[in-house]
């Protein structure tokens, strides 16, 4: 049954699921068996996207599998969310979901008793596995929208100084996320389509993804200073990640 499930949707399944599991059920886990899941699935994740790698040189913009989602999409777009990963989205994959791993093993937590950050950081992953490979304005600001949530959550959950900082990251992320619809929009109308693949992409919708890729980088004077939490640490590595790719993204397909 799993192996009829494409590759690109196994890595983010896996950390979409265990986050379920560890939200849902949180109060009855102890700390240690919520990292276990947590690193078990980012792992899992990780193999998803190493499977994948062998099909595309480190770097090459070529795709390796092309999965659409299938709906009815909005009557502002004529497309369904498309994954199409490359090697470029593929390392950049690889290195973020095993950054995660690392970090859920490696961090105890603040609280561990009520700390909900093993979850949201899974989201958060997720959201970036879909931007990284996302083949249309669409699906990135579906994953930008994902990520959005995993750090609204964090800021909305955590206490004093720490939930403060986590808010200084949710304010730039949503800009980021509006910026992408904008430009998602703005491509529609003058191509028909809002695909990164096609052909002569006007200047400005880039311009606007890669202005989003930098306000996810948080530079300052947006980024947060004082982290309190080495939870905030990994959300502000994986949406900071998140926005240097939106940035080398927009520079792979047009330099501007």
Same mark, same amino acid.
Request: glycine fraction near 8%; hydrophobic fraction near 55%; charged fraction near 10%.
């Given at each position: 049954?799993?192996?009829?499930?494409?590759?690109?949707?196994?890595?983010?399944?896996?950390?979409?699921?265990?986050?379920?599991?560890?939200?849902?059920?949180?109060?009855?886990?102890?700390?240690?068996?919520?990292?276990?899941?947590?690193?078990?699935?980012?792992?899992?994740?990780?193999?998803?996207?190493?499977?994948?790698?062998?099909?595309?040189?480190?770097?090459?913009?070529?795709?390796?599998?092309?999965?659409?989602?299938?709906?009815?999409?909005?009557?502002?777009?004529?497309?369904?969310?498309?994954?199409?990963?490359?090697?470029?989205?593929?390392?950049?994959?690889? =290195?973020?979901?095993?950054?995660?791993?690392?970090?859920?093993?490696?961090?105890?937590?603040?609280?561990?008793?009520?700390?909900?950050?093993?979850?949201? +950081?899974?989201? +958060?992953?997720?959201?970036?596995?879909?931007?990284?490979?996302?083949?249309?304005?669409?699906?990135?600001?579906?994953?930008?929208?994902?990520?959005?949530?995993?750090?609204?959550?964090?800021?909305?959950?955590?206490?004093?100084?720490?939930?403060?900082?986590?808010?200084?990251?949710?304010?730039?992320?949503?800009?980021?996320?509006?910026?992408?619809?904008?430009?998602?929009?703005?491509?529609?109308? @003058?191509?028909? =389509?809002?695909?990164? @693949?096609?052909?002569?992409?006007?200047?400005?919708?880039?311009?606007?993804?890669?202005?989003?890729?930098?306000?996810?980088?948080?530079?300052?004077?947006?980024?947060?200073?004082?982290?309190?939490?080495?939870?905030?640490?990994?959300?502000?590595?994986?949406?900071?990640?998140?926005?240097?790719?939106?940035?080398?993204?927009?520079?792979?397909?047009?330099?501007?």
């Amino acid at each position: 049954m799993l192996e009829s499930v494409p590759f690109p949707t196994q890595a983010i399944l896996w950390p979409l699921l265990g986050a379920a599991l560890i939200l849902v059920a949180r109060r009855f886990l102890p700390n240690w068996l919520r990292r276990v899941v947590a690193l078990v699935v980012a792992l899992a994740s990780l193999t998803a996207l190493r499977s994948l790698i062998g099909e595309a040189a480190p770097l090459a913009l070529g795709t390796v599998e092309r999965m659409e989602i299938l709906w009815e999409p909005l009557n502002l777009f004529r497309l369904s969310p498309t994954l199409e990963p490359d090697g470029l989205s593929l390392l950049v994959g690889i =290195t973020l979901a095993g950054t995660t791993a690392a970090t859920v093993l490696g961090i105890r937590g603040s609280e561990p008793q009520r700390t909900a950050w093993h979850g949201l +950081a899974l989201v +958060a992953l997720a959201g970036c596995l879909v931007m990284s490979m996302a083949s249309d304005l669409l699906s990135l600001a579906m994953g930008s929208a994902l990520l959005d949530l995993s750090l609204m959550a964090a800021a909305v959950s955590a206490p004093g100084a720490s939930g403060r900082v986590a808010w200084r990251m949710v304010v730039p992320g949503a800009f980021s996320t509006m910026l992408i619809v904008v430009s998602a929009l703005q491509l529609d109308t @003058q191509l028909g =389509t809002a695909s990164l @693949q096609a052909e002569n992409i006007a200047v400005l919708p880039l311009v606007l993804v890669g202005t989003a890729g930098i306000q996810r980088l948080l530079i300052y004077p947006l980024h947060p200073r004082g982290l309190h939490t080495p939870e905030n640490g990994i959300l502000l590595l994986l949406s900071a990640n998140a926005g240097l790719y939106l940035v080398l993204r927009t520079q792979s397909v047009t330099p501007v």
